[in-house]
């Protein structure tokens, strides 16, 4: 399997670019008023064509949910839940430390220099906090930083699986079956509002969006001939559709909805399936260093871009730099810091984590 997830990395990266475009070049666009000779491009020859959703960032996301479920599936099987736990926290939370803290530099340090920060409106201790934690999409008011909803998603889905470390290696379909019914319960009881659930709408699109990397958990088990294909298959495709009719019952019209560019949800469903399982067939030998090292800061990428790609933007806007020019350069910016951040705080942590797990006493036979 390690040519395979090496190339599923790689496309980890792809998906990280998909949203650092959505945001640098639309979403900021969008919100000074204003467009660029590339993003019309973008528009007219990619996203219009293909119906695209949101410019290629919820693209981005699905397929970084189907990574997740895959990888996380691979590396969950020859752990422990102690080791399980300590590789994930090490591996979200100490990234996501930085990626605050930049952020509230930012805030306090471009509008002393007359750029503001349009998007981020900041909040109470109390809400950093709770970003750091990832509780505030839980909780109403604003969000610190609104690209970690999707890590609510994956720390949903490292419970599951974390609850079903014990019995997976011997039951591995059996132990997804029951994650897939624990998580489609409570989707049910979001949806028919049981109990005053969910306490935000961004909640409920959290919980039902953990379906998608359960169906990445499901390709794993088959690809990996954990499972019988069949089975396998059939439970990944109950749980997609599962997604969409939990989905569509709670906003209705959401699949087939358009925002951004004339693209719809369910494509970006069916395009990062098709993808997915056409990156695995393939699985070339080895991947050029570069889509190998962007796969590597990826994580870092996801968290940073907004808040270094915007405050970039902000600047080249005040000195009158051609938008198309810009987007280009804050991606640049963007990409640098992704690579400062891995290998000043991932690298480091994730050797932390190694280290830790190295103290521990072994059992006694």
């Known amino acids: ?113 007359g750029v ?62 029951t994650m897939a019914v624990a998580w489609a319960l409570a989707c049910w009881l979001v949806v028919e509002s049981a109990f005053g659930l969910p306490p935000t709408r961004e909640a409920a699109g959290i919980l039902m969006l953990v379906g998608v990397l359960l169906v990445g958990r499901c390709i794993y088990l088959v690809h990996a001939r954990l499972t019988a294909p069949a089975p396998g298959i059939g439970l990944a495709a109950v749980v997609g559709v599962l997604v969409a009719v939990f989905q569509e019952v709670y906003s209705p019209g959401f699949l087939l909805g358009k925002a951004g560019t004339a693209g719809e949800p369910v494509y970006a469903y069916l395009t990062a399936l098709v993808v997915f399982v056409g990156m695995l067939w393939w699985s070339p030998s ?33 000195l009158d730099v051609p938008s198309s020019a810009a987007t280009l350069l804050a991606i640049v910016t963007s990409l640098a810091a992704a690579h400062v951040s891995y290998r000043l705080v991932e690298q480091p942590s994730q050797r932390a984590a190694r280290a830790l797990l190295r103290r521990r006493p072994l059992p006694v036979g």
């Open 1 to 113: 399997m390690r040519g395979q997830i090496s190339f599923i990395h790689v496309l980890r990266g792809v998906a990280a670019l998909l949203v650092v475009w959505a945001h640098l070049s639309a979403y900021w666009l969008f919100t000074v008023g204003e467009t660029s000779a590339i993003q019309d491009l973008w528009r007219t020859a990619v996203a219009e064509p293909l119906h695209v959703h949101q410019d290629g960032g919820y693209l981005g996301v699905v397929l970084f949910f189907l990574i997740s479920g895959y990888i996380v599936t691979h590396a969950s099987l020859s752990e422990t839940g102690t080791s399980f736990v300590t590789k994930r926290v090490l591996r979200i939370f100490p990234p996501l430390a930085l990626a605050l803290a930049v952020l509230w530099s930012l805030m306090h340090l471009m509008p002393a220099l």
């Open 116 to 177: 503001p920060m349009p998007v981020f409106p900041g909040g109470t201790p109390s809400r950093w906090v709770q970003s750091l934690l990832l509780v505030d999409f839980l909780t109403p008011g604003t969000h610190v930083l609104s690209v970690t909803w999707t890590l609510a998603s994956e720390m949903l889905f490292y419970a599951m699986v974390l609850a079903a470390i014990a019995v997976q290696r011997t039951r591995p379909l059996a132990s997804t079956g």
């Open 286 to 318: 080895r991947a050029a260093r570069p889509f190998a090292r962007l796969g590597d800061i990826s994580y870092s990428l996801y968290l940073l871009h907004m808040p270094v790609g915007f405050a970039t933007l902000g600047v080249l806007h005040r």
